[in-house]
């Protein structure tokens, strides 16, 4: 068992739970990495099992991802080092809140190589691989997410 030293909170609020965007400086956020995809772009992170490789598959999972979210609000979205790009945002799927921390890495030549997206609460998460997984049957891409509940 792990022990939580009594200096450490246990009781905060979670951040998928708030919007930090007070000034909008986010609300015609688009992605842009979504469209200079590298031909050997991968996808992969806590809603899906594996990765997922090509521009057709990134562009089909991130796009049945986001007619899932009934509200979608960023709290950042900008550079990392060289060659990376970091998205923090929180949206509501289903009724239910979920957060999602996104690391973009690009190539040299500045085409997305790489998108590992990591999302909480479990709950949400379980919930909307669910869901996408409905939406994506059928497809090459199902595999990845939870099978819809019998």
């Known amino acids: 068992?792990?022990?939580?030293?009594?200096?450490?909170?246990?009781?905060?609020v979670p951040t998928y739970s708030t919007g930090r965007d007070p000034d909008g400086r986010y609300a015609d956020y688009y992605p842009a990495w979504l469209d200079?995809?590298?031909?050997?772009?991968?996808?992969?992170?806590?809603?899906?099992?594996?990765?997922?490789?090509?521009?057709?598959a990134v562009r089909t999972i991130v796009g049945a991802i986001r007619t899932l979210y009934e509200r979608q609000q960023f709290n950042f979205a900008g550079d990392y080092r060289d060659n990376g790009w970091?998205?923090?945002?929180?949206?509501?799927?289903?009724?239910?809140?979920?957060?999602c921390a996104v690391l973009v890495t690009r190539s040299a030549t500045g085409q997305t190589q790489h998108?590992?997206?990591?999302?909480?609460?479990?709950s949400s998460l379980l919930l909307l691989s669910r869901l996408v997984g409905e939406?994506?049957?059928?497809?090459?891409?199902?595999?990845?997410?939870?099978?819809?509940?019998?």
């Open 86 to 99: 970091i998205e923090d945002y929180t949206a509501q799927v289903d009724g239910e809140p979920i957060g």
């Open 115 to 122: 998108v590992a997206a990591n999302y909480r609460p479990r």
């Open 135 to 150: 939406k994506l049957a059928g497809t090459p891409y199902a595999k990845h997410f939870l099978a819809p509940e019998s």
């Open 1 to 12: 068992m792990t022990s939580i030293p009594s200096s450490q909170s246990t009781e905060g």
């Open 36 to 56: 200079n995809l590298a031909d050997d772009v991968t996808i992969e992170g806590s809603l899906l099992d594996g990765a997922a490789l090509g521009p057709d």
